[in-house]
T-cell receptor, first 112, second 114 residues
Framework: SQQGEEDPQALSIQEGENATMNCSYK?????LQWYRQNSGRGLVHLIL?????REKHSGRLRVTLDTSKKSSSLLITASRAADTASYFC????????????FGQGTRLTINP | DAGVIQSPRHEVTEMGQEVTLRCKPI?????LFWYRQTMMRGLELLIY????????DSGMPEDRFSAKMPNASFSTLKIQPSEPRDSAVYFC????????????FGPGTRLTVL
């Protein structure tokens, strides 16, 4: 099964509202990354949070990491129609094969 | 920089045919990755290179798949012979560090095998 699993699988909100997406993983990680994918496009890196960090901000994005719960959340504040996309978390484990393992993603729709 | 460049953007072929996907990474990036994305399996790492050398090809599904990186600015992913279950979007990505830095993705090649 996937190392990272996003929740919810789909989220639909009104423009201006905040969107929160969650990611859970199974094993210890070096870092966790969030990516965005617009329909028909490649993935775009949003933010990287290391295992010794608890929170990180980038513009309207806020990422938290709770290593005790093996979970992360991505908060998008004051959402815009252009935020409509799929959002993926990806983890790099501390043991085993060194690779970036992606979750199945959350499909976010911002309604104008 | 133009970013990661992939060609073709779309490929439609018939079962049994050879398919070659191409990638030009960002200049100066030492790592190149090939991913496959499907609805069923999500995004999977197929293989990655460091300084043109294949490091981990454990994600390559079977011997029909092969990848090469003859120089720092070019890589190919070949499927021979292609099968309908190979239909997917194939992404190339590059980065300057291994997994501790941003991976820059290309626009992908949408492959349809009839």
């Amino acid at each position: 099964s996937q190392q990272g699993e996003e929740d919810p699988q789909a989220l639909s909100i009104q423009e201006g509202e905040n969107a929160t997406m969650n990611c859970s993983y199974k094993t210890s990680i070096n870092n966790l990354q969030w990516y965005r994918q617009n329909s028909g496009r490649g993935l775009v890196h949003l933010i990287l949070i290391r295992s010794n960090e608890r929170e990180k901000h980038s513009g309207r994005l806020r990422v938290t990491l709770d290593t005790s719960k093996k979970s992360s959340s991505l908060l998008i504040t004051a959402s815009r129609a252009a935020d409509t996309a799929s959002y993926f978390c990806a983890t790099v484990m501390t043991q085993g094969a060194q690779k970036l393992v992606f979750g199945q993603g959350t499909r976010l729709t911002i309604n104008p | 920089d133009a970013g990661v460049i992939q060609s073709p953007r779309h490929e439609v072929t018939e079962m049994g045919q050879e398919v070659t996907l191409r990638c030009k990474p960002i200049s100066g990036h030492d790592y190149l990755f090939w991913y496959r994305q499907t609805m069923m399996r999500g995004l999977e790492l197929l293989i990655y290179f460091n300084n043109n050398v294949p490091i981990d090809d454990s994600g390559m599904p079977e011997d029909r798949f092969s990848a090469k990186m003859p120089n720092a600015s070019f890589s190919t992913l070949k499927i021979q012979p292609s099968e309908p279950r190979d239909s997917a979007v194939y992404f190339c990505a590059s980065s300057s560090l291994l997994f501790s830095d941003t991976q820059y993705f290309g626009p992908g090649t949408r492959l349809t095998v009839l």
